[in-house]
């Protein structure tokens, strides 16, 4: 089977040089060769530096100006309308690749063709790249299917997330067949991801993942997520989420789905220990 090509986009918002040197470092540094990136600007104003990283890489990475509308959701949709390849990946540029990410991610999507995406472990890191220890992470490596590789579908799949929300969502491969029109809600900040992944499920797709560590997640003061988190906005969203999917499990009358969706463990958990 021929070597399918691989669009990685990178949505920079305003997260710095030195991180956004890093991933793109990364990419470059992949063990799988087939691909081609797209930097989507999102910045308020452009980010001038963004020339002088790439520079080098013209021919494999090109530059496209978000001229709004801005904001997480949009830069997102942003990356899925600029792909024109079957494979897309969202290489967030605060974070890393480990370099067998794209190998392996190819991999299980040529195993399962049917599938709408595809997820890895994550290895939690600080601002310079350190691991760091991560108990909510810690938590769902327990929650997540024991299989190898976990395959998540219909109403058994979505009441494990419910459980708690193991896939890591930056580390998605997503098939643009299978996603079609679907698009991240540019009115949501934090849960867009998730809320994503769940109406895939919702309507019928399978996500393929593998707990292998490919992907280096970077947690940060100034990441968004730690700015909703202190602000609540992160915690209101999730909790309208949960009952959003309450609501809709009992309408379909998948009990327990309905019943971890009002009991959100993980949820309750994380919102104790953040006050």
């Known amino acids: 089977m021929p070597?399918?090509?691989?669009?990685?986009?990178?949505?920079?918002?305003?997260?710095?040089m030195d991180y956004f040197r890093r991933a793109v470092d990364s990419l470059v540094c992949q063990d799988y060769t087939h691909w081609r990136a797209i930097v989507i600007d999102d910045s308020p104003h452009g980010e001038g530096g963004l020339a002088s990283v790439l520079a080098p890489l013209s021919e494999r990475i090109c530059y496209r100006r978000n001229e709004g509308p801005h904001g997480i959701g949009n830069a997102w949709n942003a990356c899925l309308d600029a792909a024109d390849s079957e494979l897309l990946c969202i290489l967030h540029t605060d974070d890393e690749y480990e370099p067998a990410y794209l190998s392996r991610m190819v991999g299980l999507a040529r195993a399962f063709p049917q599938a709408a995406m595809y997820f890895c472990g994550a290895t939690v890191v600080d601002g310079s790249s350190r691991s760091i220890f991560s108990m909510p992470d810690r938590v769902k490596d327990f929650i997540r299917p024991r299989s190898e590789p976990m395959i998540i579908s219909g109403p058994a799949g979505i009441k494990r997330l419910m459980v708690g929300n193991y896939i890591m969502c930056p580390t998605l491969m997503y098939r643009r067949s299978k996603i079609g029109l679907r698009r991240f809600s540019p009115s949501h900040q934090f849960v867009l991801d998730f809320k994503f992944t769940l109406e895939a499920l919702l309507s019928g797709d399978t996500i393929v993942g593998t707990a292998v560590r490919l992907y280096r997640y970077r947690r940060h003061p100034e990441q968004a997520t730690a700015a909703l988190s202190a602000t609540g906005r992160r915690f209101e969203?999730?909790?309208a989420l949960f009952r959003e999917i309450e609501r809709m499990a009992k309408e379909r009358g998948w009990k327990d789905v309905?019943?971890?969706?009002r009991l959100r463990p993980t949820f309750r958990a994380n919102a104790v220990l953040s006050r």
């Open 237 to 239: 969203e999730e909790l």
């Open 258 to 261: 309905a019943r971890w969706a």
């Open 3 to 16: 070597n399918e090509f691989v669009t990685v986009a990178l949505p920079y918002h305003r997260e710095g």
